[in-house]
């Protein structure tokens, strides 16, 4: 062991035999160690909202969506079949897209109603996962009308719980499905109406998508929108959501107008971009705390050195040079730097993988509910932790409390030992 590490760990000592560390030592090494632990907890939330929201995202929209300009695709099976032998592409289903209204007594409702085929759809999408009562191959089977047996069946709907709440619907109720793109009458355009029976109820935990979509078979929605054959676009599964855009820049380029592609991440840039960029500001926010524990280290170290100043002007006298100072006391920096980031590293850790315990005990204490379920649309307190991230948080606490040193050490190296004597 270099003699100047020796006696760096020597100066963190208390002076009481009692105690093994000093109290400033210690407050300074517990600042460092609640910026890390802070740093850690935080990112990990961050994290794991912005995955559960990928995976909620990526779970009813598929991954890239081909759709033709200004009108709907005719052949679509070709195009599909086209589609299927672009690399990376796993699985591909036609949709129908359109913004029509609910009418269900006096209650109504603007909607996107969305034609599946319920065949192909499950490849691409995990819809049929998020269906919580009914199921989605009901879809194609028509019901007759209870008590009614004079009307001809109902086609199937599904839509999703919030929507079902707000509309007060149940499964097996009927309700209109009204179109603004009617027939053309002596009277002006007239909104087209049809009666559709509930069949399914999901649950995506997203808000937007549980109050706004609607779905029924393709065939419905083709013959209820008078789009004949066509279809809208078609949806594309990949086998790497995060080379996305690489298959969608080779797909516009072989396919060219009037077809284009659109990936996931460019559908929904704006809220992936707001999650990307608030996870760098609360981790340049967070780092501010470890900067506090870096001027405690510094605080530390000058009181050492004012301390110290006679041991100090003994080491040179015997020759220790003022380099050989200035390590001594980096390396009493160095040291409560390291072994605040440990504890925070430990402490963070322990508390982001067992985030969702924690926090359930802590309400079950307290009563106060600290993370409603029924405000976030959350099933679980996402908490990812993700190696990386932890390494950087680690580096950065270590390199700011090495920086803290260096003034202290710098100042410590520059007494002159006949100066420092003198006033002994």
Do not use: C
Not at 35 to 43: F, K, R
Not at 249 to 263: K, S, V
Not at 306 to 323: F, H, N, P, Q, Y
Not at 392 to 411: E, G, N, R
């Amino acid at each position: 062991m270099p003699f100047e590490l020796f006696i760096g760990l020597r100066y963190l000592k208390a002076k009481r035999k009692a105690t093994f560390i000093s109290l400033i030592t210690l407050i300074s090494v517990a600042g460092v160690a609640l910026g890390v632990m802070a740093l850690i907890i935080v990112l990990a939330v961050m994290t794991g909202f912005e995955e559960d929201l990928k995976e909620k995202i990526l779970g009813t929209n598929a991954h890239i969506v081909v759709l033709k300009s200004g009108e709907g695709i005719e052949d679509h099976a070709q195009l599909m079949a086209r589609l299927k032998k672009f690399p990376g592409v796993v699985a591909a289903t036609p949709f129908i897209y359109s913004q029509v209204m609910l009418s269900t007594g006096k209650n109504v409702s603007g909607v996107v109603l969305r034609g599946i085929d319920t065949k192909t759809d499950a490849q691409v999408t995990n819809l049929h996962k998020a269906v919580v009562e009914g199921a989605l191959a009901d879809l194609d089977r028509r019901t007759p009308v209870p008590l009614k047996g004079n009307e001809p069946p109902l086609p199937g709907l599904v839509i999703g719980k919030e929507l079902a709440k707000n509309l007060n619907l149940y499964l097996g109720d009927s309700v209109n499905v009204v179109s603004p793109m009617g027939n053309i009458t002596p009277f002006g355009m007239m909104p087209k109406m049809k009666r559709f029976r509930l069949v399914g109820i999901f649950n995506t935990g997203m808000f937007e998508y549980d109050s706004t979509l609607a779905y029924v078979g393709l065939g419905e929605a083709q013959d209820f929108l008078g789009m004949g054959s066509a279809v809208t676009g078609i949806q594309l599964k990949v086998a790497d959501v995060y080379k996305t855009g690489e298959i969608t820049r080779r797909i516009n380029r072989e396919l060219g107008f009037p077809y284009f592609a659109r990936d996931w991440m460019q559908m929904n840039k704006n809220i992936l971009f707001a999650l990307r960029t608030e996870k760098v500001v609360m981790f340049i926010i967070l780092t501010l705390i470890v900067l506090v524990a870096a001027f405690g280290i510094a605080s530390t170290l000058f009181m050492v050195v004012m301390e110290k100043t006679r041991d100090i002007a003994i080491l040179k006298s015997m020759g220790a040079t003022s380099r050989s100072v200035m390590r001594i006391f980096v390396f009493e920096g160095l040291i409560i730097g390291i072994f605040g980031t440990a504890i925070g590293v430990l402490g963070g850790l322990v508390v982001a993988l067992n985030l969702e315990p924690i926090v359930n005990a802590v309400q079950r204490v307290t009563g106060f509910q600290l993370f409603s379920k029924d405000i976030y649309y959350l099933d679980r307190f996402p908490s990812l932790v993700i190696p990386s991230d932890v390494i950087l948080i680690s580096v950065t606490a270590i390199v700011i409390s090495f920086v803290a040193t260096l003034y202290p050490s710098w100042q410590a190296s520059r007494l002159s030992p006949a100066e420092a004597l003198r006033y002994e």
